[in-house]
């Protein structure tokens, strides 16, 4: 992989897999990129081929820069992307800022966005679009297990559940419950874990924070 610019929430930010890939987010010259590296070798000697770019020129700033990867059932690669302290980017369609993207593995053709590369798109269907006030969102966790994508969300305060056959609607969960959601993760046993970022300044404390949360996958759908 290129080397990453580190400087304020900027680096390397996010990392997934996808047999015979490891995929990474991070932060570039130009910008928040996505690159993809094949592991090779075995336990104890792997190695990774050089970095073939997936997506770039992705906003960037110091502070606000995603980074959160995950695969769905789909095997389409999920990315989280901050809107770089520029809040009009989330609202604007012709903007990948405060999105969160649907892309191919190895990236590819043109789809939904103009002069973007790499948006999935199943036929003549497109990746549809939601769109959310920056106190109802900020996203900074995703997690995607058995055909649900679960997002955290700071600001917002709550967690989003979207069902990948029905990607246009949303249903919300712990909408203030828990304050500041800074994570998520499926784990193991039927558990969801959810973790809280409210101790930096910018939430308000409850008792016994920050937490790792853990709650029933099956309380969803």
Do not use: C
Not at 102 to 112: Q, S, V
Not at 152 to 161: F, K, Q, W
């Amino acid at each position: 992989m290129e080397s990453a610019e580190h400087g304020g929430e900027g680096g390397l930010l996010g990392l997934a897999y996808q047999d015979p890939y490891l995929y990474a987010y991070s932060t570039g010259a130009e910008g928040n990129r996505v690159q993809r590296m094949e592991l090779r070798g075995s336990s104890g000697a792997l190695s990774v081929s050089d970095a073939e770019t997936v997506i770039e020129n992705l906003p960037a700033g110091r502070v606000h820069n995603g980074g959160r990867l995950a695969f769905g059932p789909d095997r389409m690669l999920y990315v989280t992307v901050g809107d770089a302290s520029s809040r009009q980017l989330a609202q604007d369609r012709q903007s990948l800022g405060g999105k969160i993207l649907r892309l191919t593995p190895e990236g590819g053709a043109n789809y939904g966005w103009p002069e973007v590369e790499g948006i999935a798109e199943d036929g003549e269907f497109t990746n549809p679009v939601q769109q959310r006030a920056t106190d109802e969102a900020s996203p900074s966790g995703l997690a995607v297990h058995e055909g649900r994508i679960f997002i955290a969300n700071l600001r917002g305060e709550r967690l989003r559940v979207i069902e990948t056959s029905n990607l246009g609607s949303s249903t919300e969960y712990f909408t203030g419950g828990f304050g500041r959601l800074h994570d998520v993760a499926a784990g193991a046993e039927g558990q969801l874990w959810l973790l809280t970022n409210n101790t930096d300044g910018r939430g308000s404390p409850a008792p016994g924070d920050d937490r790792i949360i853990s709650v029933p996958l099956e309380g969803f759908g």
